[in-house]
């Protein structure tokens, strides 16, 4: 089985950093794609940065500028880099790993989220 391991998250003033990690552990083979989902209060998950093999990394408007992602298949790691924090940036934030494996196919695997709260 595949587990994602997330840390990072806190407490932050508005206009602070965060730096959120992602470990990856289990059987994998080849990974497609990993990112970074968030949940605010009352609203669905959305998207925040996803960064696939071959590709470049792609955020969401409201990020851009703001958040930097990276991936390390080495370490099996994915860590998001969160400056110029604003409120509505609260969120529960989520890993997501999409990976291959021989006789199996793709699957995605989800962490079980990380909570972001900027307030003053």
């Known amino acids: 089985q595949v587990q994602l391991v997330e840390s990072g998250g806190g407490l932050v003033q508005p206009g602070g950093s965060l730096r959120l990690s992602c470990a990856a552990s289990g059987s994998i083979f080849s990974i497609n794609a990993m990112g970074w989902y968030r949940q605010a209060p009352g609203k669905q998950r959305e998207l925040v940065a996803v960064v696939s093999s071959g590709g470049r990394p792609r955020y969401a408007d409201p990020v851009k500028g703001r958040f930097t992602i990276s991936r390390d298949d080495d370490k099996r790691t994915a860590d998001l880099q969160m400056n110029s924090l604003k409120l509505e940036d609260t969120a529960v934030y989520y890993c997501?790993?999409?990976?291959?494996?021989?006789?199996?196919?793709?699957?995605?695997?989800w962490g079980q989220g990380t909570q972001v709260t900027v307030s003053s």
């Open positions: 997501n790993l999409q990976i291959f494996r021989p006789g199996v196919g793709v699957s995605d695997y």
